[in-house]
T-cell receptor
């Protein structure tokens, strides 16, 4: 079983739509959670960290459900510039190596 | 502020040729360093990570090796490239002294083995 699994996508939505991505992780002791964004042929960049209480950054809302071991990302009022691949990332608890596990990513295309 | 440099940006190499990709980090000390590979349409695969000079751990057996000759320098090498080594190689660093630290990536090297 993979450490981190994501919705396969791709997601194709019109501008202004709301879209949600889900991600599940296998290690219940995982400690840190992130969403990264990767543009075509570019390196991944941190979009937002995910906290236990849930957190919001403008149009983006991230939530964590430890009991069910899943993480979600909600994008409201989608923009053309939101088109990218979104990577779910989990950091193992207690790992002195800072081992990050990446999902394969969910591709989002926002069309006008 | 911290920065990470990775070069070259693109590389086309013949099968059987050697490889050397370099990554350096500035503005921090004793970072954790990582090499990832992303094949076309695939996720990120961790190849090597390092917690200090000369300390390298390999995630998967392969045709590649890594070295860390200096605290902020990480090198990915191969003696003889295979076609299957083609991909997007990314160097990253993280600071375990920061709670819930994320990883920061270099701009990547797109390697095509022909």
């Amino acid at each position: 079983r993979k450490e981190v699994e994501q919705d396969p996508g791709p997601f194709n939505v019109p501008e202004g739509a709301t879209v949600a991505f889900n991600c599940t992780y296998s290690n219940s002791a995982s400690q840190s959670f992130f969403w990264y964004r990767q543009d075509c042929r570019k390196e991944p960049k941190l979009l937002m960290s995910v906290y236990s209480s849930g957190n919001e950054d403008g149009r983006f809302t991230a939530q964590l459900n430890r009991a069910s071991q899943y993480i979600s990302l909600l994008i409201r009022d989608s923009k053309l510039s939101d088109s990218a691949t979104y990577l779910c990332v989990v950091n193992d608890r207690g790992s002195t190596l800072g081992r990050l596990y990446f999902g394969r990513g969910t591709q989002l295309t926002v069309w006008p | 502020s911290q920065t990470i440099h990775q070069w070259p940006a693109t590389l086309v190499q013949p099968v059987g040729s050697p490889l050397s990709l370099e990554c350096t980090v500035e503005g921090t000390s004793n970072p954790n360093l990582y090499w990832y590979r992303q094949a076309a349409g695939r996720g990120l695969q961790l190849l090597f990570y390092s917690v200090g000079i000369g300390q390298i751990s390999s995630e998967v057996p392969q045709n590649l090796s890594a070295s860390r000759p200096q605290d902020r320098q990480f090198i990915l090498s191969s003696k003889k490239l295979l076609l299957s080594d083609s991909g997007f190689y990314l160097c990253a660093w993280s600071d375990l002294r920061v709670l819930n630290t994320e990883a920061f990536f270099g701009q990547g090297t797109r390697l095509t083995v022909v």
